[in-house]
Each structure stands twice: as structure tokens, then as C-alpha cells.
């Protein structure tokens, strides 16, 4: 399958890198105002993409709403699979696009539009085929779930954790979209849009996001054992969807809770099978770009005739001692944590050494 | 695509519930010892269903390794298709029914073998085209779960449980499989042969099980603030890999802990993507028949124009007033559970009257 790739970013780099390992992949030309020595034809119009007729697929990875909607749009219409990690644009056009590719007998995903590198709209989908999703809910924002992370862990305050994650390259110059909860609203709407076959509009849905928080609130919410996340959640209600973006307490112990830094963690409710939650990188180059590319598997796909194709080895089992000391050290790591430090000191000395016969006395059962 | 199905148990009568919602999926003939009314065509004899050319896909729902090893070699042979939920089939002849599908050009899958309804198995080999993964681990026998979720919550005895546990359908009459852990053994062997493309043996696993844990054990780890779960674990070593199955202690604030009851935790750690989890039901009717027809869809499915071609609609936004009351709730709930009686009762009764204004002034800033 010959892509036409559109832009060259952090992820449409890492794209190009995981498309070279992929037999029924090739990037043929790719869109770019400057030279990227890429190998592959670059071009700065559209044109030499749109109008090739050995490109299959259209992977759009510039960003924005224009010229990326006009791009795609012309690339459905000239029978093209599209691609897309632009959450904006589906959102903003979400019935055009959708209708656009049926009429045009074309493929259209998103996956990385929502959850970076998590197979969340693909799993969402494939539920949502054969039973009733009841709500979806989660922490979509990887830029918000650092700063708050960072509040809880450091006392420290908004603003300047705010700079902070600008600096690192977590935040954009404009927050706005992030810190305000709009990006995660735009993530909501694809997720309940494919959740409840609904069509949602952004403005439509209240939201709330983490910009006047203080480190007052955060402390408060310690004191009481509880942690701050910013969840985007819609649950169908008969003819009608209940949707929100807000800030949500989580007692500390809770997955939610746990989330930290710019992970993601998002779930769907269903009737028959109850509950799923999948979390992992929200963000980031090769974490988007593997959903990218899973997008342009699927549509590549012919039926495979197992999981995978690649041969198998008889790989043997060599477990270097270590299901023998597995106890131990789970055994070991935590004592270290919560014993006295006498006893920590013993049983670390003892974990160090790898010394089974006096760790072995020290085991709550004899099962070795 | 039409479907012979075998068995009519639990998962198979789930399953095909589930079918007759697919217009692309028809159950066309059951292989069943006794007579069921399901409508379909009903037969004690396997020919009828691998000599009839006009079924595409044989689903195997009767477990056991024979004759479920004749009938699916034979499917496939006949260039059927193969679903299956049987792990302990699919692990015995891994490398015999992989190539089988190979030869004959038809497709094999068994989703549902590991991980009851999460999209595990599938997740893990949508990874592993992309990225190298570098270890496998999590919870993946319900059963196990459930005896040490109750031994830590109720401070119960092992063989109490257990005997509970078969009494609620949780266990088997002959519980070694679950208890042993080769039940999660055999998840592991599916697991890491699909993220390894490897050939891995059960027999050649370490494998602890359960069953000589005791109560002392359970209060030894809650003293420490620990909880112990059965887990799977391998991971890519060189060319060899390390793998087993073994009880591990956990802090009580980790997502392992507080996964309780036949839930499941799985997790893969990939080189580029990082660490990914997913969660659910591990077993029961739904999930795991959800799982099967998945494999089938994605079998039958001509690539679709969007992630589904079901028409969707402008659903209305209605929060019923719980945007409003989404924070007053998330705070009146955790303080019932944080704070003294007497902060507890005005908060909750605040909560229970939904009494906007009195709630505003408890409220932790000032947002609304």
C-alpha cells in the first residue's frame, strides 16, 4: 500500500521510522515546505498527492484545521484512505468526514486522535459493535494530568508548574486548549460519537478545566486522602447524553489516582461485558505514531491467518534463577519499605546476596 | 459469513445471542449432543458441519483438547476459518494449527482464550507488528483472584473459599487447572508467543500455584500494607525468555491490589510505546463470547468505511443538572467517608437535597 504522508513532526517522523518496517507499507511521496532527506519523494504541493493514482492512502499529520480538512477531504474524494491524529479536525467536521468516506467507498481512522498510543478508539469501536456502551470516562489530557500530578506531589502552584511543563516541551505556548479542557472535550466527543453512534458537538458540551485551581484546593483534597484529576466523561441516557469535562476528586488509592504524569487512563461501561479500562502513553512521537500505524495496518489488511505472520521460534525458557528469587525479592523490596531498619537492613542485605537459604527463613510460606 | 458452532454451553449460547445482532454473521449449523430449539440447523455429527461448503467458520466451544483437536485441524483443512476460546487446546498445538491456518490460507484466532472479553490477545499482537515488546505480566486467571480477594478480605481460609468458589460456579469440581496456575500458565504460553514470536511449552514454565497459601500468609503481607496476587509474567531475554507463574506481593494502593473478584489485569512493556494495561472481565458468558464474535467480525469484515457503518445520530446534550453537581458530589461523597460525623452528616445532607448554594460555600474554590 503507497502512502501519501502530510507533514513531518514529531510523529510523522516516527511514522516514517515504523513504516520502514512494514512489508505492506511504503510511503511514497511526503508533504513538506522544507527538505527532509527522507529517501522518499517530497513535494510542497498537495497536488503530486492527490493526483497520484499509485497512493492509496493519505496519512495527515500537519495539524489544524486548514488546509488539513481541505486536504482530506479531497483525498476521500479521490478514493483515498485517510489517516488521520488530528483531533480538531475530526471533531470539527466529524459528520462531513465520515460521510465523505462512505459515499467515497474509502477508510477513515483516528485512533491516536484519542489516547496517543493506547488502542482505545479501536477497542472502543469493537465493543460498541456487539453490545450497549453506557458511558465513557477518563483522564484524556496528558498536559492537565502532569500539571496536576505535579501540584499533588510538590505543593507546587499552577503557574508555575504551568511554565514549567511549557519548558519540557508538555504544554504549548497557548495552553489554552489543554489547561481549559478543550482538547480533552475533543477526545470526549470522538469517544462517545463512536461509543453511542452519536454526533456531538464540542460547544455543546459543558467543561471545566484546571487553570484556576490553587494549591489551597490541592492540599485540601490531601488532607482528606483524596487526589484532583481532570475527567472527561459521557454516559448515555436514553434519547439523550449526559457529557462533561471536570475535576474530579479519586480517593489516593485508586487507578485514577495512580495515574500520573502524562499517562492516560480511560474506560468504557457496556452492558454485557461491564467494564474495560486501558491506560498507557496519552502522548508522545512513537506512542501516537504506533496508532497511526495500526490504522494503516488495518486498512492494509487482507485477512492474516493468525495473529501475525512472522515465523515463530522455539525460544527456550531461562528464568536466570529468578523465579526462585522472585519471592524473595517481592518479599525483599517491600520489607525494605515497611519494616523497621533493622529488619530492612536484613532483608536487603539478604536480597542482595541472593543467598536462598537465609531468605528462605524469612518466607511467610514454605512453598520452595 | 456463515458459522458452524460447536457446543452450546455458557459461551456458545452467549455467543450465539450475540450473532444474531451481526447481519454479517450466521449461525447456520450447532453441533449439540441433545436438542436445543435455537432455530439453526442441529446436528450430532461433525460432517455435517466440515463438509458443508457453504460454512466459512467453524467457532469451537466445546473445550477439552479431543475432539476439538480433530474438528479444528479438520476445519482448517477444509479451509474454514477457526474461532476458538479453548486455551488448552490452542496452547498443546500451537505450532501445529498456526501452520495449519498458514497452509490452507485461512485465518485462526482464539481472543477469548486469554483474558475473557479484554481485547488482549489482540492488542498484544497489533503491538507486537510494530514494536518490540519486551515482557508480558498480569492477572489472568479469575479464579485464583477471587479465592485470594476474599482470603484477604474476609480473612478466610483457603479451602473454605474454594469450596465457596465452586459452589458459585467460580471453580471447577476439579479445581488444579485454576488453583496450580496452569490455567494462567497457558494464558502466559499465548501471551508470550504472540509478543515474542515464540514457541513456547507450558511444561517447560515454573508455575506456583495457590493452593498452600494460608491465612497467616494473607495477615503476614495486610500487616505490611501488602496484598498477594497469582502472576504471569515473561519477558524477552536475548534469544531466550523468562517466564512464570508465581504469587507476588503488592502494595494495597497499586491497580494489581485492587483488582478483586474474576477481574483481570494484563499488562505489555514495548520499547517505543511503553508500558500498556487493560482490564476487565476474565471470564463469564458475555465477555468471553464478545471476545469470539470480535475474532469473527474482524474475520468477516471487508474493511469498513469508519470505525462502524452504523448511522449515527445528533444526540442532544442533557446533564440533568450534574455538571453542577458533579464536584458537589465528588466533595460530599468523600467527605461522608473523611471527615467527623458531624462534617459528614451536613455534607451529606447537603448532597442529598442537591442544595446548590450551601454546597458552593464548602466547596473547595470558587469555580461555579
Redesign the interface.
Same mark, same amino acid.
Given at each position: 500500500m503507497q502512502i501519501g504522508l502530510l507533514g513531518y513532526g514529531t510523529v510523522g517522523k516516527?511514522f516514517h521510522a515504523?513504516s520502514k &518496517? !512494514?512489508p505492506a507499507l511504503t510511503v511514497k511521496t511526503l508533504l513538506t515546505r522544507r527538505p527532509r532527506g527522507t529517501g522518499c519523494r517530497e513535494t510542497d504541493s498537495f497536488a503530486d498527492i492527490v493526483n497520484d493514482p499509485n497512493i492509496d492512502l493519505v496519512v495527515e499529520l500537519i495539524g489544524g484545521i486548514h488546509p488539513a480538512y481541505e486536504y482530506i477531504s479531497a483525498a476521500l474524494r479521490a478514493k483515498k $484512505?485517510v489517516v488521520t491524529a488530528n483531533k480538531a479536525l475530526i471533531c470539527a467536521y466529524y @459528520?462531513e468526514l #465520515?460521510q465523505l468516506?462512505?459515499e467515497n467507498?474509502?477508510?477513515?481512522?483516528c485512533t491516536a486522535a484519542a489516547g496517543g498510543?493506547?488502542?482505545w478508539?479501536?477497542? =472502543?469501536? /469493537? #465493543?460498541?459493535?456487539?453490545?450497549r456502551i453506557t458511558a465513557v470516562e477518563g483522564i484524556l489530557n496528558g498536559t492537565t494530568n502532569y500539571i496536576l500530578s505535579e501540584m499533588t506531589a510538590r505543593n507546587a502552584a499552577y503557574g508555575e508548574l504551568l511554565a514549567e511543563a511549557q519548558k519540557l516541551g508538555y504544554a504549548e505556548a497557548d495552553p489554552t486548549d489543554d489547561v481549559e479542557g478543550y482538547d480533552a472535550r475533543r477526545k470526549l466527543v470522538l469517544s462517545a460519537?463512536?461509543a *453511542?453512534? +452519536? =454526533? =456531538?458537538?464540542e460547544q455543546?458540551?459543558?467543561c471545566?478545566g484546571i487553570s484556576?485551581?490553587?494549591v +489551597?484546593?490541592i492540599a485540601? +483534597?490531601r488532607e %482528606?486522602?483524596?487526589v484532583w484529576k481532570l475527567i472527561a466523561r459521557a454516559e448515555r441516557?436514553g434519547?439523550? #447524553?449526559?457529557? *462533561?469535562v471536570?475535576?474530579?476528586?479519586f480517593? +489516593?488509592?485508586?487507578?485514577e489516582s495512580?495515574t500520573n504524569g502524562s499517562a492516560n487512563l480511560v474506560s468504557l461501561y457496556a452492558e %454485557?461485558?461491564?467494564? !474495560?479500562? *486501558?491506560?498507557?502513553?496519552g502522548a508522545g512521537g512513537?506512542?501516537t505514531a504506533?496508532n497511526v =500505524?495500526?490504522d494503516c495496518? &488495518?486498512?492494509a489488511d487482507s485477512?492474516?491467518?493468525?495473529?501475525?505472520? /512472522?515465523?515463530?521460534? @522455539?525460544?527456550?525458557?531461562?528464568? $536466570?534463577g &529468578? #523465579?526462585k528469587t522472585?519471592?524473595f525479592r517481592?518479599?525483599g523490596?517491600?520489607?525494605v %519499605? !515497611? &519494616?523497621t531498619a533493622a529488619d530492612a537492613f536484613e532483608a536487603y542485605a539478604a536480597v542482595s546476596e541472593i543467598d536462598s537459604g537465609a531468605l528462605l527463613a524469612h518466607l511467610?510460606?514454605g512453598?520452595l
Open positions: 516516527a515504523l &518496517e !512494514q $484512505h @459528520p #465520515v468516506a462512505q467507498g474509502v477508510c477513515l481512522r498510543g493506547i488502542p478508539l479501536s477497542s =472502543l469501536s /469493537r #465493543v460498541a459493535r456487539m453490545d460519537n463512536l *453511542f453512534s +452519536a =454526533l =456531538l458537538r455543546d458540551i459543558p471545566i484556576r485551581m490553587t +489551597a484546593d485540601w +483534597a %482528606r486522602g483524596l441516557r434519547d439523550a #447524553v449526559s457529557a *462533561f471536570c475535576p474530579t476528586l480517593p +489516593a488509592s485508586t487507578p495512580q %454485557r461485558i461491564g467494564k !474495560q479500562s *486501558f491506560s498507557g502513553a512513537w506512542p504506533s =500505524l495500526a495496518l &488495518e486498512i485477512s492474516r491467518s493468525f495473529y501475525s505472520d /512472522r515465523p515463530a521460534a @522455539p525460544l527456550p525458557i531461562d528464568n $536466570h &529468578e #523465579v522472585w519471592l517481592s518479599y523490596r517491600y520489607a %519499605r !515497611q &519494616e511467610p510460606w512453598m
